[in-house]
């Protein structure tokens, strides 16, 4: 069996554990179409290297906490000596995801004192964690670097052509293995996204996480958010991601109607509903029934799940024709509201993505610009 091969076959596993279900997180839960014995047998019948493999990919797909617990238990009576190594490797990303959570409580805390600050997408995926702590502030940037310099002893790390038209800063913190990501006023890609941004922070909630309360976005804007990265940006979906939206969509939280007026204000309409469609036939695939998404999202979506390739560990979003198109309607709708200073943000996004492929095919890395 090739990497490929393999890779696929991990994230089969994973998705039938976390999404084969109504999504209760208990260990006696019914398991996927598959059953628990299944699941059990496949997962006891890894070697080290695959049990590595599966690690990796989990974490890569943010789903270690959510996953392993459970996968240890299931093959603890088949191959005790793997749920202990199993065990020990979960207490250490605990430990991880805590010591980051501790800081991340400090940083924002200090941050208030400039402005608001929203934590996104890194508690989206709790209890597990994301690779890097993003924050957005309206706070002024030059207050944001001197806080974080003083009271953390951080600094900012190399910016890329990218970080800087997104108005971003990346702080390497002393003691904390993450970066902390701080978007300052906009959002996207280019930093065109301003529409979005204007009731982030006005919006947002205090959400606990064990002993620390955060602020975080609202339902709304998690999603929106969550379409950026993915959808505008990223070009692949991951596994997180789709746990993350069935739990979000079946809190029955999400006011359509607002999601549906923020989202076209901001040229994203049509990428949201698609990617929330996307995400619907995946979850139908392992489950029998997908999202219980209203008729004003799923007939605003382009594609769905059929367009998308499993390659390089991830879902990969087409980006010829279909990404592009996205990319024309969100130029667009910037362009007719007059919002001149982001369109021509966002215009620079071709020779920006150009010049990070030739980098990238070049040196191997496209750090320095994307």
């Known amino acids: 069996m090739n990497h490929g091969d393999s890779s696929l076959e991990c994230l089969t596993l994973l998705a039938e554990l ?38 990796s990919l989990a974490m890569s797909h943010h789903v270690i906490l959510r996953s392993f617990p459970l996968l240890s238990r299931l093959i603890e009576l088949r191959s005790p000596e793997s749920a202990e190594r199993l065990n020990r490797a979960i207490l250490k990303e605990e430990e991880r995801v805590h010591h980051a959570l501790s800081f991340l409580f400090h940083i924002c805390n200090a941050l208030e004192a400039a402005g ?25 940037a030059a207050e944001v670097v001197a806080i974080m310099g003083e ?12 970080d800087r038209l997104a108005n971003k800063w990346n702080f390497i913190v ?12 906009r959002l ?3 930093g065109e996204q301003i529409a979005i941004t204007q ?7 205090p959400a606990q996480f064990v002993s620390r309360s955060f602020r975080v976005a609202a339902p709304e804007d998690r999603i929106v958010i969550s379409t950026l990265q993915r959808m505008y940006r990223h070009f692949y979906i991951r596994l997180c991601d789709m746990v993350d939206n069935l739990k979000l969509v079946e809190s029955g939280e999400i006011d359509y109607p607002y999601l549906r007026s923020l989202a076209m204000a901001a040229g994203l309409w049509d990428g ?12 139908e695939s392992y489950r029998g029934r997908g999202l219980p998404l209203p008729p004003l999202v799923t007939d605003a979506a382009r594609f769905g799940n059929e367009l998308i390739r499993f390659k390089r560990n991830f879902l990969r979003v087409p980006i010829f024709p279909q990404s592009v198109g996205f990319y024309a309607s969100e130029w667009k709708t910037l362009l007719l509201k007059g919002d001149f200073r982001s369109t021509l943000r966002l215009s620079l ?22």
Not at 199 to 205: D, E, G, N, Q
Not at 349 to 358: D, H, S
Request: no cysteine; hydrophobic share 45%.
């Open 116 to 140: 608001g600050v929203v934590v996104i997408k890194s508690l989206d995926h709790w209890p597990d964690l994301g690779s890097d702590l993003d924050l957005y502030t309206n706070a002024d």
């Open 272 to 283: 949201l509903a698609t990617y929330l469609v996307i995400v619907s036939g995946y979850v």
């Open 349 to 370: 996004l071709p020779g920006l993505a150009t010049a990070a492929a030739l980098e990238l095919k070049v040196t191997g890395s496209d750090k320095g610009i994307w």
């Open 151 to 162: 009271r953390f002893k951080a600094r900012v790390d190399q910016r890329s052509w990218g």
């Open 199 to 205: 009731s982030l922070i006005a919006r947002s909630r």
């Open 18 to 55: 976390l999404l084969g279900s109504d999504g209760a997180d208990d260990a006696a839960r019914p398991m996927s179409s598959h059953g628990s014995n299944g699941l059990a047998q496949a997962v006891a019948g890894f070697d080290p290297r695959n049990l590595s493999e599966l690690w």
């Open 188 to 190: 996207g890609q280019t």
């Open 174 to 185: 002393p003691g904390l293995p993450e970066l902390v990501e701080v978007h300052v006023a």
